[in-house]
């Protein structure tokens, strides 16, 4: 389905970030849109946007 999208975007709650799970669904670089909350790291999103993805923090 990534491989096929015109656009992706990944919808994750802040506590996602500054871990390691046990199943990886794509690469940074796969990726469009983050869309997060406002309570996450913003050295984190920093670093993100450092690869091009482009970081939406909602209210």
Known sequence: MIALAQ?????????????????????????DYIITDKAVNPSTVSKIEKTGVKVIVAD
């Open 7 to 31: 656009t992706v975007v990944v919808l994750a709650d802040s506590s996602k970030f500054d871990r390691r799970g046990l199943g990886k669904i794509c690469n940074l670089d796969q990726i």
